[in-house]
């Protein structure tokens, strides 16, 4: 499994670069999950949960939440910020997205923000969604995120951008600046990535180098129906159900909501 262990270790850096409102993708699982299972939603696991911004914001509707992520240091500041904030009743695992035994089956899980591009072998997918459906109940759901084919694609990477500044800590963040190409039979890239910090008057900069897994709308429903875990419920191009995937300005992101195979009776 591939990540970006200098930056993602950084979690503070990581976190003033990429914070983001989170309230419509929450407002969309909770939907998505009323309309699937019709009934509201209870509990969730965020896998992937870096700085843990949808562990927080479903904690504070009173959902009992679990956050994962492979980082030690991912899991304390987020649940620093947890705390800070008053959120209690949080469950905090730092664990691979392949491996994870839950105390509980949970109503719904959610990988956000390309969290799957590190599972470079399908092996590795079919793993994990097997993995992540003995974690749920029977009608549970997982809904994935990913960036749009317009803006990644196997013909070009694309390069992004992300600049912030918090209490005086400047950060950016310059992801793919080597123009990375993928493999053609594999569809991997190997992306560079450069974290630059200023603060206190001394610049910081830090290169980091993994590899990402490019994955297609028709692979993934290959992979789920490959897993026997999943069915496909919806395929969306933002976090608005009925926004299909298309090259429409409307279509920003590739969303995947999948249900738990029901057991033959």
């Known amino acids: ?12 850096y990581y976190d003033i670069a990429f914070a983001r409102d ?5 407002d969309f699982v909770v939907d998505e999950f009323r309309r699937l299972a019709r009934r509201p939603l209870g509990s969730l696991l965020e896998i992937a949960c870096g700085p843990g911004y949808h562990t927080r914001g479903f904690a ?3 959902i ?15 649940e620093d910020k947890a705390k800070a904030e008053g959120l209690a009743g949080i469950r905090w ?20 923000y390309d969290a799957l591009d590190c599972l470079l072998e399908a092996e590795d ?17 997982y809904v994935l995120e990913f960036t749009h084919p317009r803006d990644t694609g196997l013909t070009d990477y694309g390069s992004f951008h992300y600049a912030a500044e918090r209490n005086g800590t400047k950060v950016q963040v310059n992801w793919a600046i080597n123009r990375p190409e993928a493999d053609p039979l594999t569809h991997i890239f190997e992306v560079e990535t450069v974290l630059r910090v200023t603060e206190h008057g001394r610049e910081t900069v830090i290169v980091d180098r993994a590899k990402e897994r490019f994955f297609t709308a028709p692979e993934l429903v290959a992979l789920t129906k490959l897993s026997q875990s999943f069915d496909v419920a ?15 300005p409307a279509s920003r992101r590739m969303i995947f909501v999948l249900q738990k195979k029901r057991k033959a009776s």
């Not at 499994?1 to 503070?12: C, I, T």
């Not at 695992?93 to 956000?112: E, G, K």
């Open 1 to 12: 499994m591939a990540e970006y262990g200098e930056v993602y270790r950084r979690a503070h």
């Open 64 to 78: 009992a939440t679990v956050a994962l992520d492979l980082y030690p240091e991912m899991i304390a500041f987020a």
């Open 234 to 248: 919806g395929c969306y191009g933002d976090f608005v159900s009925g926004q299909r995937i298309d090259n429409s």
């Open 125 to 141: 997918v079919v793993a994990h969604f097997k993995n992540v459906a003995a974690n749920l109940v029977a009608d549970g759901i």
């Open 22 to 26: 989170v309230t419509r993708e929450v």
């Open 93 to 112: 695992i730092a664990a691979d997205m392949r491996t994870f035994t839950l105390d509980q089956p949970v109503d719904a899980a959610i990988a956000m």
């Open 60 to 62: 504070r509707r009173g």
